[in-house]
């Protein structure tokens, strides 16, 4: 089991409110990211969690139980650290054996575990080493299996892979799903990575300064974002507002247009624009145009569009997945 | 841009090591080489430097003298008891202020150092008064007490930059592995600790083992450690270098036996903090 129930939780440090107040339910095996922008109190909520910090004000529930003033070993949680946080006077086994060893675990049955989850992770050949003998990977997987073998509820992560370069943190994403899906312990993960939300999310919810902005699946933020916040931050590149006249048309005090909704052509279309920037990624190109009369639009092609900064070209907004939001910013 | 290091340049460099060495040691070693002269043979002139009679004559004549044991169990019970009451009030100290830091802990830190800053002899009459009145003079406990005193802001000082390093996470990770406060303090705090606590420790000892002002003003005989030991043969009377020299020789060694074999310890203690 390892549902967590958020309510009325609010963290306030010193005069500073960092979280006025949250509701959240976090269903049993559910993968739930954290995502917004640096500051957004994302990592704080996870701590509230943990119990690494106390709440100010609210309840937190796991498991039906208010452990809201409980300890943080006293939570049946397990937490995954950006730094790894791994006990650098400790071989691997004896890192990853340690919540047994406090657990109270005889000796056998520990042995026994660290084995099973160095095996899972990988890790076999490494467990006489030291934190420091390791790379960055292997480090993140001794802190990984450090949280599996005593089978917590659930699982935190607090930006486990901002250590790690881009190629190893493409693996380490897919590892942690598979994880998720071999386990089916609820995960809870934070990021400011939004490609991680949306590859690893069940649920994602989405914060800013302290607020939920919205919650549902990737799809869902993807497709009806609730306001110009949540549409701006998921999705890449970045959706493309446009205010004024052409929103008007519309109806809307703004409309917003992902790039990928943006059809390009040399020859004919809605707007008339100049290429300021061309991004050529092979896959896709992405073209930064200066439109007359809207300003910059990002707008993706195939890799093949052949287009260089100068040319001039047209585009034409998919209207049916054209994005209305109000003056107050809410979607219309 | 790699400075280039030519063999010409490493020689130099390598002949100025040796030369700063050779200075800072000389010294301790022409202390060591007086000890076996005759007194005539240690203010001849010109100086001899290995060509002289050697006699172990002053080290009989010192024993004989003066009692060196009860000052070297003197000097071993005012540095190691300072240093030990040090710790034990330094190290929670160090420990609240590394951990749980507020606004005003750097000041708080400022004004310990800041009580180094003073020369002591400016404290010295009020002490000295102090100790007169409650019976402490020529005490070792009087000696403990304002030893452990001056040297406890150094103490704070040395264990806070070195409970700073340890990162937090690492505690919070014993937390959430279900580690209670003292299984905490046991598996994970101690042993990443204790190499700071033990440099500081040695770093104590030979501070106060070789700490003078205090020891000198506050002693006269019974209380008397291996300092005012050596500085009894400086006498009014006359001055007998070798004998001096075989004193300081006997005062010095056991510290100087003590800090050779911790010189790892000593050395990370020393340029902790200097490089990451």
Known sequence: MGSITLQKVSKVFGEAKVIPSIDLDIRDGEFVVFVGPSGCGKSTLLRLIAGLEDVSGGKIVIDGKDATEKAPSERGLAMVFQSYALYPHMSVRNNIAFPLKMAGMDKAEIDRKVDDAARVLNLGDYLDRKPRQLSGGQRQRVAIGRAIVRQPSAFLFDEPLSNLDAALRVNMRIEISELHQQLKTTMVYVTHDQVEAMTMADKIVVLNRGNIEQVGSPLEL???????????????????????????????HTIGIRPEHVLLSTESGDWKGRVMVAEHLGSDTFLHVDVEGIGMVTARSNGDFASKAGDTVYLTPDKTRIHKFNESGLAI | MARKVTTQRKVIMTAIAWALGILIFFPILWTFLTSFKSEADAIASPPQFLFFHW???????????????????????????????????????????????????????????????????????????????????????????????????IIVWMLYTYFKEIPGEILEAARMDGASLVKEIVYVLTPMAVPGIASTLLLNIILAWNEAFWTLNLTASKAAPLTAFIASYSSPEGLFYAKLSAASTMAIAPILILGWFSQKQLVRGLTFGAVK
């Open chain 1, 222 to 252: 993807y497709r009806s974002p609730r306001n110009l916040f949540v549409a701006g931050f998921i999705g890449s590149p970045k959706m493309n507002f446009i205010k004024g006249q052409n929103a008007a048309q519309m109806n809307a």
């Open chain 2, 55 to 153: 006699t172990t004559e002053n080290y009989s004549e010192v024993q004989s003298r003066s009692n060196y044991l009860s000052h070297f169990m003197n000097s071993v019970v005012i540095s190691f008891g300072s240093t030990l009451i040090g710790l034990i009030i330094a190290i929670p100290a160090a420990w609240a202020m590394a951990f749980a830091p507020t606004k005003r802990t750097k000041d708080v830190l400022m004004w310990m150092l800041s009580t180094k800053m003073m020369p002591p002899v400016g404290a010295l009459i009020p002490i000295y008064l102090m100790f007169r009145n409650s019976g402490l003079l020529d005490t070792r406990t009087g000696l403990v007490i304002v030893l452990t005193l001056i040297n406890l802001p």
